[in-house]
Nanobody, 118 residues
Framework: QAPLMESGGGEVQPGGSLTLTCAAP????????MGWYRQTRVKQREWVAD???????LYSLDIKSRFTITRDNTENAVRLRMTSLKPEDTGVYYC????????????WGQGVQVTVSP
């Protein structure tokens, strides 16, 4: 069983919003930079955003100001709140847990589909 559990994908109209959630085991979550990547029709898997254990967040310029990544330390989860969605945001979104430099694990979720269409 994959250690990362994603949820929250679906279909919305342009301008709509979705929130993706990724839950991880405590031993992985506490030391990992938790991130989201996506694979779209025109791009291979690309980095979207990540949140480090200390709460620092980084965003791709493509989505900055529309998406917000947050860590929920009580639920060992990371969420990606996506707003003002565009058709080009359509794709499969993957959660990643990178334990470096505190560990050596690098884990991926199975991906959730996000579809933005009229």
């Amino acid at each position: 069983q994959a250690p990362l559990m994603e949820s929250g994908g679906g279909e919305v109209q342009p301008g709509g919003s979705l929130t993706l959630t990724c839950a991880a085991p405590t031993n992985i979550f506490t030391i990992s930079t938790m991130g989201w990547y996506r694979q779209t029709r025109v791009k291979q898997r690309e980095w979207v955003a990540d949140a480090a254990p200390d709460g620092r967040t980084l965003y791709s310029l493509d989505i900055k100001s529309r998406f917000t990544i947050t860590r929920d330390n009580t639920e060992n989860a990371v969420r990606l709140r996506m707003t003002s969605l565009k058709p080009e945001d359509t794709g499969v979104y993957y959660c990643n847990a990178d334990e470096r430099p505190y560990g050596q694990g690098d884990y991926w979720g199975q991906g959730v589909q996000v579809t933005v269409s009229p």
